[in-house]
């Protein structure tokens, strides 16, 4: 069973920065891509940004120019760096994984709560 753990979650002021990880289990040159999203109080979960084994990334339009997914092979862990960040981008943060098999495996998620 694959476990997938995030961190970095917080509250952070508009304008701020936070810096999200997802670690799966086992290495993530096993996974096919590894994705954010989130989910907002009262809305649907959507898609933030995927990354696939092949590097090859895209982002929602609501946050490209400001998050940027990358991956750390060495530490074996998807980062997602969030700048300039606004009270909308308040939500629940999920990492998903999927091996090449395309079965999903989701975190339990992490809090970005952006206020003043």
């Known amino acids: 069973q694959v476990q997938v753990a995030e961190s970095g979650g917080g509250l952070v002021q508009p304008g701020g920065s936070l810096r999200l990880s997802c670690a799966p289990s086992?290495?993530?040159?096993?996974?096919?891509?590894i994705a954010w999203f989130r989910q907002a109080t009262g809305k649907q979960r959507e898609l933030v940004a995927f990354?696939?084994?092949?590097?090859?990334?895209d982002y929602a339009a609501s946050v490209k120019g400001r998050f940027t997914i990358s991956r750390d092979n060495a530490r074996n862990i998807v980062l997602l760096q969030m700048n300039s960040l606004k009270p909308e981008d308040t939500a629940v943060y999920y990492c998903?994984?999927?091996?090449?098999?395309?079965?999903?495996?989701w975190g339990q998620g992490t809090q970005v709560t952006v206020s003043s």
């Open positions: 998903k994984a999927r091996k090449f098999d395309l079965l999903p495996y």
């Open positions: 086992g290495s993530i040159a096993e996974f096919y891509d």
């Open positions: 990354i696939t084994h092949l590097g090859d990334t």
